[in-house]
């Protein structure tokens, strides 16, 4: 009798453990289903979507975890910092990257845009839809980078986690499981004779100390670069 409860017990866990196998499965299947790659511009967007390490192992997009960092709390972290100025008024270039056309800023060499899914409005959204309205706190965006001339392409995916209308500021932070955490900071400040000062401040580390001192820098300071490029040239 004993043995038959046993055997019994465990037949029941066993099944239990396959059934919620089974249900992360369909939850993992049906996320990826739920995005349509017909409006995905890149040259591999079934891999783009199927092979997204951000999506494995969660059921919704709400799931997404920024890793923000707090500057009083980076002394492990690696720093960098980027400046440009654009000739505007800073109400004028403040609006312009709260509103940036998907298609102007990441149509680059490197930057590439997947999708975005904004938790606020509980919607995806393509580079080909008209119902972006600009940039909101909540918004995780999925975008590919292209590095070594094509040789080597990365997913990157980052919630906007701050909107700071009065100060100017713009945060968003990489999600977790991605290959770095960490976070960026854009600030727009008044300089003299009708510029506007953009500074990029990122915190950042991965698990190779050795990518974060010789291969980051440099990869980092292209992409910042050509995405404020991209938003002057809208501008013009």
């Not at 089974?22 to 783009?48: A, E, M, P, V, W």
């Not at 680059?108 to 600009?134: A, P």
């Not at 977790?176 to 401040?201: C, D, M, P, R, Y």
């Amino acid at each position: 009798m004993k043995a038959y409860l046993f055997f019994k017990n465990k037949s029941f866990v066993f099944l239990l453990a396959l059934v919620f196998s089974f249900s992360y499965d369909t939850f993992g299947q049906y996320l990826t289903d739920s995005i349509d790659i017909d409006h995905i511009y890149q040259n591999r967007k079934k891999k783009f979507v199927k092979k997204n390490k951000y999506l494995q192992d969660i059921r919704s997009f709400d799931e997404l975890n920024p890793t923000c960092v707090n500057e009083s709390d980076s002394a492990e972290y690696n720093y960098q910092s980027e400046t440009f100025y654009i000739k505007g008024n800073v109400n004028n270039v403040w609006n312009a990257y709260k509103n940036l056309s998907l298609p102007e800023i990441y149509s680059g060499h490197i930057i590439s845009f997947g999708f975005m899914y904004s938790k606020q409005q509980k919607k995806l959204v393509y580079i080909d839809s008209n119902n972006y309205s600009g940039m909101n706190e909540g918004q995780v965006f999925f975008i590919n980078l292209d590095l070594l001339g094509g040789l080597k392409k990365l997913i990157v995916a980052y919630e906007v986690t701050n909107v700071d209308e009065q100060n100017k500021v713009i945060q968003f932070c990489y999600i977790k499981n991605g290959i770095s955490e960490g976070s960026q900071k854009i600030t727009l400040t008044k300089a003299e004779n009708g510029i506007t000062k953009v500074q990029h401040n990122t915190i950042y580390k991965s698990h190779s100390k050795l990518r974060d001192k010789y291969l980051y820098p440099g990869f980092h300071k292209k992409i910042v670069k050509e995405f404020h490029k991209n938003l002057i040239v809208s501008l013009k």
